[in-house]
């Protein structure tokens, strides 16, 4: 006998996908595809039952009755007792779009970015991309509660990479912007082009000494370090499985007094999320508030398991099963100027950008590569550096910021987790830090 549900949601997503890739010069890719995904989630007597259905196979009018059962079933041979925590459920209104792309014709966005090209010209210049890409989804939601959500969202994006060679020295210069006001690849000439020249500079830049010394962190990297560092070790399933440095520690001061970290679904960047994808009230949650862990980030099924935080940010990809997830990740202002954090800086280095790089959340170990850098000499900047990078214990380096700049800055992006990618924001003011481990190659 079949064992009724104790709960089910059913995450229906329509859209249509853009993407234009210019290589070159050469138009690579330009067109558009469909698709059309649902994922139900069934709790049945213990655990979860999740089956998911795309495109052809959707008889959407008997989809609901199908799927809870097809779920069900799947549900009956689970042996984990799962409970969930009732939760807060509205959804926020989605900000209207400055110029909604779906009025320009592909033609025209590839006209765009043709124009954006040229300005990647340099020289020593050697390798040029420019990369478009549009996802519009129209969103449903409802589950065995009696909640019922409907919204439509527009992403849309570019990047910008150039590559620049010389006597055997090559470097690239990045440039990124995505959105969720509109179309954005209009009048951005002079980010194209900053791309190039970034990458023609590092040409002339001395490769870093590394050591421990007193370290800048500028908004992007600083914004990584809060993403990757603090808020995937904040995440309430990591925090349930024990492959967290922050199991444990909720009240405690994990960090300098300065510091207070945030995760906010329903700010209106990259990263917004106007209701969760279980159907819980997205609004901001602090991780740490003046260097005291104040919350996890949860799903309604964490929050129940370990308590001490929010639901509202659990997210999944179109027909995947939904998890913990941040969105809008970011470091509080402090009250120092950016004069002020080089100035008292004297001797150290300023690390610019992110190239990427990788975090242990269970050990509390981290390191990050910056895109470029600048040493500091008597409080001013001296000379540009590359090949550099930041790394160390999670808790400790919490510990070594010194000061807090005024001057936040978002930088979006996509953030890869279990399988499933999606958008996201970080952010973050200028960081002083003292006693950071710097790496980089010994030069005489």
């Not at 970034?198 to 590394?210: F, I, M, Q, T, Y």
């Not at 010394?213 to 560092?229: I, T, W």
């Not at 990263?271 to 279980?278: L, M, N, Q, S």
């Not at 987790?417 to 481990?437: C, E, I, R």
Request: hydrophobic letters at 35%; charged letters at 25%; aromatic letters at 6%.
């Amino acid at each position: 006998m079949t064992v009724p549900y104790r709960y089910y949601d059913i995450r229906r997503v329509t859209g249509e996908v853009t993407q234009i890739d210019v290589d070159n010069g050469k138009v690579e890719q330009a067109g558009s595809s469909f698709f059309d995904k649902a994922v139900i989630r069934v709790l049945g007597d213990k655990g979860w039952g999740v089956f998911s259905v795309s495109g052809e196979e959707a008889d959407y009018e008997k989809l609901p009755e199908k799927l809870i059962k097809e779920a069900l079933d799947a549900s009956s041979i689970t042996t984990v007792n799962i409970s969930l925590q009732d939760s807060p459920s509205s959804i926020h209104k989605v900000p209207s779009m400055k110029e909604n792309p779906a009025d320009v014709s592909l033609d025209e966005k590839v006209s765009v970015l043709l124009d954006l090209y040229k300005h990647t010209e340099g020289q020593d210049i050697v390798s040029r991309r420019i990369n478009y890409i549009e996802k519009d989804e129209e969103v449903s939601f409802s589950d065995s509660l009696g909640h019922q959500y409907d919204y439509h969202l527009c992403r849309c994006g570019f990047s910008v990479m150039a590559v620049a060679s010389r006597a055997g020295i090559v470097q690239m210069g990045y440039e990124r912007d995505h959105t969720i006001s509109g179309l954005n690849i209009r009048h951005r000439q002079e980010l194209a082009s900053e791309a190039a020249h970034r990458a023609v500079r590092l040409l002339d830049a001395k490769p870093s000494k590394g050591g421990i010394m007193k370290a800048v962190l500028d908004p992007e990297l600083a914004g990584v370090f809060a993403h990757e560092a603090v808020g995937h070790a904040s995440e309430g399933d990591l925090i349930k499985e024990g492959s967290s440095i922050l199991k444990g520690k909720i009240n405690e001061l994990i960090g300098s007094p300065l510091l207070t970290i945030v995760d906010n679904p329903s700010l209106p960047e990259f990263g917004f999320c106007p209701v969760d994808d279980e159907g819980s009230e997205t609004k901001r949650t602090e991780i740490i508030k003046n260097g005291v862990l104040m919350s996890y980030l949860h799903s309604k099924e964490t929050l129940a398991s370990i308590g001490h935080g929010d639901t509202g940010h659990c997210r999944g990809m179109p027909g995947v099963e939904p998890i913990v997830r941040m969105s809008n990740t970011f470091i509080e202002n402090g009250d120092a100027s950016y004069d002020e954090i080089i100035e008292e800086c004297k001797t150290g280095i300023l690390l610019k950008g992110s190239r990427g790089g990788q975090v242990d959340p269970g050990r509390g170990m981290f390191q990050f590569n910056a895109e470029y850098g600048y040493i500091i000499e008597n409080g001013e900047l001296s000379t540009m550096v590359r090949d550099v990078s930041l790394s160390g214990e999670i808790l400790q380096t919490l510990h070594t910021i010194s000061l807090i700049g005024n001057d936040m800055a978002l930088h979006p992006g996509y953030c890869g987790k279990g399988g499933q990618t999606v958008p996201v924001t970080d952010g973050s003011p200028h960081l002083l830090l003292h006693n950071a481990v710097v790496g980089g190659c010994e030069i005489d």
